[in-house]
């Protein structure tokens, strides 16, 4: 096998010009423990299953084997997102991104700003809907917004100009004028993270208090304030009917009306068979860009609204569609970058070692080509694909629109989070 070298314009140019189907890297992960180290996969709402976690079967060279979803291709993208607005923060990567800026919002500050490559649905997130711009229209009614609202994959300019992100990791214009009927971007890059030969382990759990409170000593919410407890009857909240001390309860906490209500006492050891973790051999995160379904979107007019026609067209498509390739590659690279430390107890690393390295599959089948990208390297990528694509009128402005929130969307954060400390939130769809 051919040893890989560094990914170029002119390749990436071919391959999204026609000659590969996509872009693959495959990264075979190891417990950063060790062999044999246990791994916490995400858990999910089990009704009558065995597990919390998304297990299945596979089959890896013509055998069966038991398999364990590690991390999921939404959670992936959100990753991706994270690692990509890094590297715009920092200014080593240069592509359009809307945000919501709350620092100046009282009692909100600390929410500092929320971009679309935060934002649940990216640019037809609700958190840009509910925003105004600096003339105090809300988001839909902007020029940015009502030329998204009217895009298509057909005539998808304003997406790119505006959130090209949405473009590789797919967006759904459901909260728009259209509802759900709202146009759709397919997702041209996904990534996932499975587990090979997964075995379900048990989790346990205990607490030894030190005070040496006991679990029986009732516990009652306070007349003078039902947020705190007393265990003094004469000092409870009476119930209007019985005229009985009301039990204090605390959404989430178990045990009513004792101490565990209120985080203290012993907590008898239990064992969780459900969500105990995994062991496995090894894992994959296969991740893969179509260069197909960049191929699929098409730009009637170049960003600064002039009608496309013929050949021009064809040529401010293609850079337009390589420098959304070289964006989703940044975001692959820039996250291998990050490492694989997927949530508590869950840290992956690479086995072998090395550099991420890229297979570019041609369309019609045969050998794939072998390239390395390193972060630095995607930089360089990202920066000659926009240069070329500015020069066909497909340029990208840093940040095209600045948002804050509506006082309607500030008073319904600060409600939420008002019954939140009072303990009265609802969490239940989510």
């Known amino acids: 096998m051919n040893q890989p070298s560094p990914l170029t314009l002119e390749t990436l140019e071919r391959a999204v010009g026609g000659e590969a189907a996509v872009i693959r890297a495959v990264t075979r992960l190891i417990p950063a423990g060790g062999q044999g180290d246990k791994v916490f996969p995400p858990t999910y709402a089990a009704g009558n299953a065995p597990l919390k976690y998304a297990t299945e079967k596979r089959r890896i060279d013509g055998k069966e084997v038991d398999a364990v979803l590690l991390d999921s291709v939404p959670s992936q993208a959100n990753r991706m997102e994270e690692a990509l607005l890094m590297g715009w923060d920092s200014g080593e990567l240069h592509f359009p991104v809307i ?5 100046q919002v009282e009692g909100l500050e600390d929410l500092d700003r929320i971009t679309t490559l935060q934002a649940p ?4 997130d609700a958190l840009l809907r509910d925003s105004v711009d ?4 809300l988001f839909r009614d902007t020029v940015a917004g009502k030329a998204f609202t009217d895009a298509t994959p057909t005539n998808a300019t304003a997406v790119y100009r505006y959130c090209p992100t949405a473009l590789v990791f797919g967006v759904w214009d459901s909260t728009g004028p259209r509802g759900g009927l709202g146009t759709k971007f397919q997702r041209a890059l996904t990534s996932e993270i499975v587990g090979i030969g997964a075995m379900p382990g048990v989790k346990t759990a205990s607490r030894l208090d030190p005070t040496g409170i006991q679990a029986n000593v009732p516990v009652y919410h306070r007349r003078d304030d039902k947020n705190d407890w007393t265990i003094n009857d004469s000092e409870a909240d009476k119930d209007k009917k019985s005229g009985k001390a009301v039990l204090f309860s605390r959404k989430g906490a178990e045990g009513k009306g004792k101490p565990s209500a209120i985080n203290h006492s012993n907590v008898v050891p ?7 973790g995994v062991t496995i051999d090894y894992a994959f995160q296969t991740t893969v860009l179509s260069l197909v379904a960049l191929r699929r979107l098409r730009f009637q007019t ?3 609204g002039t009608r ?5 067209r064809r040529n401010a498509e293609r850079a337009a569609q390589t420098a959304l390739a070289a964006l989703g590659l940044a975001a692959v690279s820039y996250l291998r970058a990050q490492g694989y430390d997927l949530r508590s107890r869950s840290v992956l690393i690479p086995d072998p070692g090395g550099p991420l390295t890229l297979e570019i599959l041609p369309t019609d089948g045969g050998e794939a080509g072998r390239f390395t ?12 694909a926009h240069e070329k694509a500015s020069k066909l009128a497909f340029g990208w402005e840093r940040e095209p629109l600045k948002l804050k929130p509506a006082p309607k969307l500030a008073d319904l954060i600060r409600k939420s989070r008002e019954l939140a400390a009072r303990g009265e939130g609802d969490d239940e769809e989510a």
């Open 373 to 384: 990208l390193t972060p630095a390297d995607a930089r360089t990528l990202l920066s000659k």
């Open 270 to 276: 239990s064992i969780d068979t459900t969500a105990g």
């Open 308 to 312: 496309l026609e013929g050949e021009g």
């Open 121 to 124: 649905h990216r640019i037809a």
């Open 302 to 304: 170049d960003v600064n």
């Open 134 to 137: 600096e003339a105090g229209r």
């Open 99 to 103: 945000g919501v800026d709350f620092s």
